[in-house]
């Protein structure tokens, strides 16, 4: 089957036009029934967004990255997280202070000829009316900017006769915003956007040409989506980081962690309206590998400990740091960065004795860290790179990744990952799971088919081997061919666990499932199950249903206090109740397993792999 991934979206003038006639267009040439063509659109959802009804099969997956990523994050660390950051930093702004600050830096240096047309723009519509002809163009410009700034989400779609219902509650609240943070008393500029925007001002009997607050309006949106990226992903992802899995594309640092009743609702709505969008888990803009995300998910469960550790770092390196302008250098916030970045990234295989090892991976943390201070604007940039505090940053990085002698700060981390290695690989196997098992298309990245640490491109985008792909696939396959599977081959499936091979044999069984079962992933209902017990909160049931057929995923969350020397969890009395009247197999294991009416103890589902998929039929 062929389709259309379709990058920056909001982008374009009239999205909703494009996709029109993108899907008329492209079903004709491909023979296909008109509406049929695959298309999937990258488009930001905010959390309380939802897809336009677009001719699409659905986004390209960040929402659904944000969501999964979410189930990890746990709820309760989000206080002494946060304390902990702020104690090592100093730094006490809210996410919403330092994104309102990073929209305006993009709207004053780096779109700001951009937003100065639109100021001109809206200020010759102005004149054209003597109700709005005294403002001027400095004040349209500085209102702009507000209303801009104050935007929620990336932007609106108002292309026809009026704004629809969640277009208007947008700019209302953007508008809303706007006034608060205006510092005259006149705020009538804004009723003039506002009617701009929402076209009231293109109602018959205004006085205003139609045409022409429409094309206004319609540009503006144009403008806000670019400065919503710049400023949030490119900016103050940067600077407020408090917890690093968070700041994803798509991501919304304010939201921390995700309830599984949450994930179950955005999971049926996306069965009953996106069953055919992508599920991403990694992509070329992400901004960490997913593996590695899955890993800094972790210090959610142990902030406490996490901020202990970085007060020990800190003083471990306090003789590498420079100093700048009678300031030490790098500043608390990017060394804040720094731990984690390295915390997350650091290869399974990497000992703090191989100095050659290490040396390459400080150059790897070098790029990003380098991307990251000019992504962060604050001490320098990409349009005006400060190669002095790069340079300090760069001795920073390399002296505390210096294997060539005993490195105190190395040996910690690398025990430290070490702590967290099992914890952070069985919440990747689960991420993979619902990925591979929920409603929608999932989506592997290059080289995601094994653990995937990278840091921000250009690091992702590194050549793949898929020489021990193919190698570890065809050992698969010979060792796992024959069903069903003994415990003894998933003992050794687990023994050998970092080199990836447990993320691989998920995938590959997974994906022959549900190539054997097209339309119940296709099409199939979306069903919480119940769980029960101790731990009833640290997993996820769900089972996908259609035609007869059924599939249960099992993943489990927020395990590392359940975690026994041995790697295994002790699940305690906690059960899944599965859909009844079926006979249930093992779809991983190749095993059957009867009719289970009675709540399953999830011991015996996990006993022999961190995760289970199973297959049911009447």
């Given at each position: 089957m062929h389709g259309l991934r379709i990058d920056h979206i909001d982008g374009l003038f009239d999205p909703a036009g494009y996709c029109e006639r993108l899907q008329r267009e492209a079903a004709a040439a491909a023979g296909l029934p008109a509406g049929s063509f695959y298309i999937a659109v990258e488009k930001i959802l905010a959390p309380y967004e939802a897809l336009r009804d677009w001719p699409v099969a659905g986004t390209t997956g960040y929402d659904f990255i944000r969501e999964v990523?979410?189930?990890?994050?746990?709820?309760?660390?989000?206080?002494?997280?946060?304390?902990?950051?702020?104690?090592?930093?100093?730094?006490?702004?809210?996410?919403?202070?330092?994104?309102?600050?990073?929209?305006?830096?993009v709207t004053d240096v780096n779109l700001s000829s951009?937003?100065?047309?639109?100021?001109?723009?809206?200020?010759?519509?102005?004149?054209?009316?003597?109700?709005?002809?005294?403002?001027?163009?400095?004040?349209?410009?500085?209102?702009?900017?507000?209303?801009?700034?104050?935007?929620?989400?990336?932007r609106t779609y108002v292309s026809g006769t009026a704004a629809?219902?969640?277009?208007?509650?947008?700019?209302?609240?953007?508008?809303?915003?706007?006034?608060?943070?205006?510092?005259?008393?006149?705020?009538?500029?804004?009723?003039?956007?506002?009617?701009?925007?929402?076209?009231?001002?293109?109602?018959?009997?205004?006085?205003?040409?139609?045409?022409?607050?429409?094309?206004?309006?319609?540009?503006?949106?144009?403008?806000?989506?670019?400065?919503?990226?710049?400023?949030?992903?490119?900016?103050?992802?940067?600077?407020?980081?408090?917890?690093?899995?968070?700041?994803?594309?798509?991501?919304?640092?304010?939201?921390?962690?995700?309830?599984?009743?949450?994930?179950?609702?955005?999971?049926?709505?996306?069965?009953?309206?996106?069953?055919?969008?992508?599920?991403?888990?990694?992509?070329?803009?992400?901004?960490?590998?997913?593996?590695?995300?899955?890993?800094?998910?972790?210090?959610?469960?142990?902030?406490?400990?996490?901020?202990?550790?970085?007060?020990?770092?800190?003083?471990?390196?306090?003789?590498?740091?420079?100093?700048?302008?009678?300031?030490?250098?790098?500043?608390?916030?990017?060394?804040?960065?720094?731990?984690?970045t390295v915390a997350g990234a650091w290869p399974l295989d990497l000992r703090p004795d191989d100095a050659p090892a290490l040396a390459a991976f400080a150059e790897r943390v070098q790029a990003t860290m380098t991307k990251a201070v000019r992504e962060a604007k604050e001490h320098s940039s990409w349009s005006n790179p400060n190669a002095e505090y790069e340079a300090v940053l760069g001795r920073f990085v390399a002296g505390a990744l210096d294997g060539s002698r005993p490195n105190p700060f190395v040996q910690d981390m690398h025990g430290f990952v070490e702590s967290l290695a099992r914890a952070g690989a069985i919440n990747s196997l689960a991420q993979t799971l619902i990925k591979l098992a929920a409603p929608g298309v999932p989506d592997t990245y290059q080289g995601g088919e094994l653990w995937d640490f990278s840091m921000v491109d250009p690091d992702n985008r590194r050549p793949v081997d898929w020489t021990v792909r193919r190698r570890?696939?065809?050992?698969?396959?010979?060792?796992?061919?024959?069903?069903?599977?003994?415990?003894?081959?998933?003992?050794?499936?687990?023994?050998?666990?970092?080199?990836?091979?447990?993320?691989?044999?998920?995938?590959?069984?997974?994906?022959?499932?549900r190539r054997a079962q097209p339309a119940l992933f296709a099409g199939g209902a979306y069903v919480p199950l119940q769980t029960g017990g101790r731990h009833a909160d640290r997993l996820l049931a769900f089972a996908r249903v259609a035609n007869g057929?059924?599939?249960?995923?099992?993943?489990?969350?927020?395990?590392?206090?359940?975690?026994?020397?041995?790697?295994?969890?002790?699940?305690?009395?906690?059960?899944?109740?599965?859909?009844?009247?079926?006979?249930?197999?093992?779809?991983?294991?190749?095993?059957?397993?009867?009719?289970r009416d009675e709540p399953v103890a999830v011991a015996e589902l996990l006993a022999d792999f961190p995760v289970a998929l199973l297959a049911g039929g009447r």
């Open positions: 990523g979410g189930l990890f994050i746990d709820a309760d660390g989000e206080r002494p997280l946060l304390r902990a950051y702020r104690r090592f930093t100093g730094r006490a702004e809210s996410f919403d202070a330092v994104l309102y600050a990073g929209k305006r830096r951009e937003a100065n047309v639109l100021a001109q723009e809206f200020h010759a519509l102005s004149r054209s009316h003597w109700r709005s002809r005294d403002f001027t163009l400095h004040g349209m410009r500085g209102a702009l900017d507000e209303v801009i700034a104050a935007f929620p989400v990336y629809a219902g969640e277009d208007r509650r947008y700019i209302d609240w953007a508008v809303a915003q706007a006034k608060k943070r205006w510092p005259g008393a006149d705020t009538s500029i804004f009723d003039f956007i506002h009617g701009v925007l929402t076209l009231d001002l293109a109602q018959r009997g205004s006085g205003y040409i139609r045409a022409a607050v429409l094309e206004l309006a319609m540009k503006f949106q144009q403008v806000t989506g670019p400065v919503m990226a710049k400023g949030a992903e490119d900016t103050a992802f940067y600077r407020y980081i408090p917890l690093l899995a968070m700041n994803e594309v798509g991501g919304d640092p304010r939201r921390f962690g995700l309830s599984t009743a949450a994930f179950h609702r955005v999971a049926e709505n996306r069965a009953k309206r996106w069953p055919l969008g992508m599920l991403a888990s990694s992509t070329h803009d992400t901004k960490r590998g997913e593996d590695a995300r899955a890993r800094l998910a972790l210090l959610s469960e142990l902030p406490r400990d996490w901020g202990r550790r970085v007060a020990l770092w800190a003083r471990l390196n306090r003789l590498r740091r420079g100093e700048m302008d009678g300031v030490p250098a790098p500043d608390r916030n990017d060394e804040y960065f720094f731990y984690q570890l696939l065809e050992e698969l396959r010979e060792r796992f061919g024959d069903e069903p599977i003994d415990r003894q081959a998933f003992a050794e499936l687990a023994a050998h666990w970092r080199d990836g091979r447990e993320k691989l044999f998920l995938t590959w069984r997974a994906l022959a499932f057929h059924a599939a249960v995923a099992v993943a489990p969350r927020l395990v590392t206090s359940l975690l026994r020397n041995g790697g295994t969890i002790d699940w305690a009395d906690t059960t899944v109740t599965l859909p009844t009247g079926r006979g249930w197999r093992d779809a991983l294991a190749g095993r059957d397993l009867g009719a």
